[in-house]
């Protein structure tokens, strides 16, 4: 009888923690529709970062705290005998801002031969394109053999701005970490 009851507990107790860990678990953001293409003597890529706006993250940013999506691309060159060769890199940053005042969201993308400002009231706007990479430069077509595999991978980083004394001790308590996500290959 006391057998029993010891598995009936241990079963209940196994089911609420699995039931625990299913309920706790968030998606982790991912890169998608990772796309490369050429706008003259130049490849370019395109990417979506899906997962990437919590609420904590969205309450954050209309706090007016400044949030920085990092995005690292690579474009290498594929061999079968050694290790893959990196051919050219760009890194990326977008920064996101909200003015409360002008109630106005303050974007900008800044990497190499990428230079943009957006402002905008529109929130949903705002939060795609922080999440979305559209025609960044990554190499030159002339730097490609036609005859060579290549492929390009990305990933993504969230940082938040760093505060100065006192309030990086003050706010130690944000409701969100600085995230990376995984390589994603095209």
């Known amino acids: 009888m ?22 706790t678990v968030e998606a982790a953001p991912s890169l998608v529709n990772i796309g490369v293409g050429t706008n003259g003597k130049t490849v370019v890529i395109n990417a979506r970062l899906v997962e990437g706006f919590t609420e904590d993250i969205e309450e954050a940013v209309e706090d007016g705290i400044p949030i920085t999506f990092t995005f690292e691309a690579e474009l290498r060159q594929a061999n079968s005998l050694w290790n893959d ?7 990326i940053k977008h920064v996101i801002k909200y003015d409360s005042l002008k109630r106005v ?7 190499r031969g990428v230079k ?4 905008t009231r529109n929130k949903q706007k705002s939060q795609k394109i922080m999440l979305t990479l ?4 990554i ?8 005859s060579e595999k290549y492929y390009v991978r990305i990933k993504a980083n969230l940082e938040t701005d760093s505060f100065w004394f006192p309030f ?3 706010l130690f308590f944000l409701p969100f970490n600085n995230f990376n996500s ?4 095209s």
């Not at 009936?8 to 860990?21: F, S, W």
């Not at 190499?139 to 036609?146: F, G, I």
Request: hydrophobic share 45%.
């Open 105 to 111: 969201y303050r974007f900008t993308e800044l990497g």
């Open 85 to 91: 060769t990196l051919i050219s890199s760009n890194t």
């Open 116 to 119: 943009r400002k957006i402002a």
């Open 139 to 146: 190499a030159s077509t002339r730097r490609l053999v036609s």
């Open 168 to 170: 990086n001790e003050l």
């Open 2 to 23: 006391a057998s029993k009851h010891k598995s009936l507990a241990l079963l209940i107790v196994m089911t609420v923690l699995l039931l625990m860990n299913e309920l």
């Open 182 to 185: 995984a390589w994603a290959e």
């Open 134 to 137: 559209s025609n960044i430069p």
